[in-house]
């Protein structure tokens, strides 16, 4: 289910479209709804680096990957990411199958961000919400 169809959407600062497929900005954190069968590498990330470095800076931030449509990611690439976003906090994905929760569990052993699988958008936003918490507090 799309972000736009729970109530904390309410809370949404700005939403953007990209070729890779749209990005909703919150306070503290981005959720990203990828288009179905892109593949997505460092490369073609630069639009939602751009817009993540626009709205957050040097701030801490999190993710959320809403996987509403299936693509993948250029594992090959996760050193680059991994160097490319020191401040992310939280990185939760919401999966909807249990072929898309095995996808996370192979990629998560190439990423160092914290990052946690859910099967539900409202999990998935407390965590992280809770984990920058934690990290602001910490800081």
């Given at each position: 289910?799309?972000?736009?169809?729970?109530?904390?959407?309410?809370?949404?600062?700005?939403?953007?479209?990209?070729?890779?497929?749209?990005?909703?900005?919150?306070?503290?954190f981005?959720?990203?709804?990828?288009?179905?069968?892109?593949?997505?590498?460092?490369?073609?990330?630069?639009?939602?680096?751009?817009?993540?470095?626009?709205?957050?800076?040097?701030?801490?931030?999190?993710f959320?990957?809403?996987?509403?449509?299936s693509?993948?990611?250029?594992?090959?690439?996760?050193?680059?990411?991994?160097?490319?976003?020191?401040?992310?906090?939280?990185?939760?994905?919401?999966?909807?199958?249990?072929?898309?929760?095995?996808?996370?569990?192979?990629?998560?052993?190439?990423?160092?961000?914290?990052?946690?699988?859910?099967?539900?958008?409202?999990?998935?936003?407390?965590w992280?919400e809770?984990?920058?918490?934690?990290?602001?507090?910490?800081?």
């Amino acid at each position: 289910m799309s972000i736009v169809d729970y109530s904390y959407y309410d809370k949404l600062i700005r939403q953007e479209t990209i070729s890779l497929g749209k990005l909703y900005f919150f306070e503290h954190f981005l959720l990203a709804e990828f288009n179905e069968g892109v593949n997505i590498g460092f490369d073609n990330f630069n639009e939602v680096k751009v817009a993540i470095e626009k709205q957050y800076g040097n701030s801490d931030f999190g993710f959320i990957a809403n996987r509403i449509h299936s693509y993948s990611i250029i594992i090959t690439d996760a050193p680059l990411f991994n160097e490319a976003f020191k401040n992310l906090k939280a990185y939760a994905t919401i999966t909807y199958s249990s072929f898309a929760s095995k996808i996370f569990e192979m990629e998560n052993h190439f990423f160092n961000f914290n990052r946690r699988n859910f099967s539900d958008l409202d999990e998935a936003l407390n965590w992280v919400e809770k984990n920058l918490e934690a990290t602001a507090t910490l800081g």
